[in-house]
């Protein structure tokens, strides 16, 4: 076990600072607002395998002529 004691950790700097002094409250909330919309946001929501019934790739076909409903059941 170390003795030693957690040091405090500095504020971080401010993401947006605003550098002329003229502009109008209404300004400022319009570019938080662009910022905070350009944003990641939240994390990407986990991707759920996709059925295959739901699967874009093209389905197999059934085989054509005499017994092709019973050759269609049998494994390959």
């Not at 600072?17 to 944003?39: H, M, R, S, W, Y």
């Amino acid at each position: 076990m170390s003795d030693e004691q957690p040091t405090e950790v500095a504020p971080a700097k401010p993401m947006l600072q605003v550098i002329n002094a003229d502009a109008t409250p209404e300004q400022i909330a319009a570019i938080v607002a662009v910022f905070a919309a350009l944003g990641g946001g939240s994390a990407p929501a986990s991707k759920r395998p996709r059925s295959l019934w739901a699967t874009p790739q093209p389905r197999l076909t059934y085989a054509h002529g005499l017994g092709g409903w019973r050759a269609s059941g049998l494994p390959r």
